[in-house]
């Protein structure tokens, strides 16, 4: 199993409508990502924007690779595009996301 940690950044003149988006997610979008392998995911995000990510999943590349051809995660992406701001260092192809390095565990 892997485990995975995200850091993106919601434009905070969005947070509001961004949060609503997410509670719930569209049902299609949880089982694309349950297809795809993700389980236990959960967002956490602080007012000035700044949201943190963790997942686990069998192969992260794997899931990225399924959820690339999923229509249903596309339009989420899309749509997800107008909430998230784009660092330019991301080296993540130009999507809003950093992967993190996990520096400590406690089983």
């Given amino acids: 199993m892997q485990r995975v940690g995200l850091l993106l950044k919601v434009r905070p003149e969005r947070l509001e409508e961004y949060k609503r988006l997410h509670d719930p997610i569209w049902p299609e979008l949880a089982a694309e990502l349950a297809a795809a392998g993700i389980r236990n995911y959960s967002l956490w995000l602080h007012p000035?924007?700044?949201e943190f990510g963790y997942l686990?999943?069998?192969?992260?590349?794997?899931?990225?690779?399924?959820?690339?051809g999923s229509e249903v995660h596309t339009r989420w992406q899309e749509m997800m595009q107008n909430y998230l701001e784009t660092p330019t260092d991301t080296g993540q192809g130009g999507q809003p996301v950093r992967l993190l390095e996990r520096v400590f565990l406690l089983p």
Avoid at 57 to 66: I, K, R, S, T
Wanted: one cysteine or more; proline letters at 0%.
């Fill in 56 to 68: 686990e999943c069998d192969d992260w590349e794997a899931a990225c690779e399924y959820l690339a």
């Fill in 48 to 50: 000035d924007g700044t």
